[in-house]
């Protein structure tokens, strides 16, 4: 009983708030009306029985949505929603496609025969968890460390002010770069 | 609760999720719709972990890639937002419609 009413209000929760991140003026009220949302995404996760995963997805979803608020403020025009602002565009089509995909999603979960629950979850599904990423699932773990370390270079590459002409200069058989200070990290 | 409950809260998630992907013209805030469908696929593999095969963990495996996903999203796009506006001062998508050149 005490489950159905924490289900209830934190979906409630989760579908309203995730509808006022693009009904807020205020970007920094979007930011947080996200964070509500995916707080409510980590309840919901807990609520299933994935402890581990849940408070996983509440920590990071507060960090990030506590880099996503500077990274409004500096890019946004109205941070503050002080005045009305609108930037969108094709709002009718994209609420018929929005309204129809949602109404396929719903059609398929009612209808379709989902087979019956195989098995019970075990008393630590966390342990099976990291069994299963050391073990039969090594290659996805492996996999994800890999992309992770990608992104690590991408973004560093994308957000450095200085290219690789700027520290060579034209010359391709250049082998030292003209720093003024070793390491590339100053001009 | 039941898995269709759940599955219904995911679809719902992702609709608002794919109508502000589809809607915003910020590159930030065409990011929050995506982390609302990534939101809504979390919910949905939850569910069927816990409703259809809780003694495999394969289903704990997808809500960890979809994690994984939501991280690299947004440091991928911070990343591509700083670089396009140092390169041209430009936050919105419509005004990024010249990438290619």
Known sequence: ?187 | MSLELFLLLAAALFSIGLFGALTQQSIVMLMMGLELMLGGIIVGAAAVWHYIAPEAADGQVLVVLAVTVMAVEMAIGFAVVTALFRAREVDMTDMAAELKE
């Open chain 1, 1 to 187: 009983m005490l489950d159905d009413v924490v289900f209830w209000v934190l979906a409630l929760l989760a579908v309203a708030s995730g509808l006022m991140v693009f009904r807020f003026d205020s970007m920094a009220r979007a930011t947080y009306a996200l964070l509500t949302s995916l707080l409510c995404v980590g309840g919901e996760v807990l609520l299933l029985g994935l402890d581990y995963l849940g408070v996983v997805i509440v920590l990071m979803m507060t960090i990030e949505m506590a880099i996503m608020a500077v990274f409004m403020v500096m890019y946004m025009m109205n941070p503050a929603g002080l005045m009305p602002m609108t930037m969108v565009h094709n709002t009718k089509g994209a609420a018929v496609i929005c309204a129809v995909v949602f109404a396929v999603l719903a059609a398929g979960i009612l209808l379709a025969p989902w087979p019956s629950r195989r098995g019970r979850p075990s008393a630590d599904p966390t342990m099976d968890l990291g069994l299963s990423l050391m073990g039969p699932q090594m290659l996805t773990m492996m996999t994800l460390g890999l992309a992770l370390f990608a992104t690590i270079v991408a973004t560093v590459v994308l957000a450095t002010r200085r290219g690789r002409y700027d520290r060579f200069g034209d010359d391709l058989k250049a082998r030292t770069a003209d720093d003024p200070v070793r390491g590339g990290t100053v001009r």
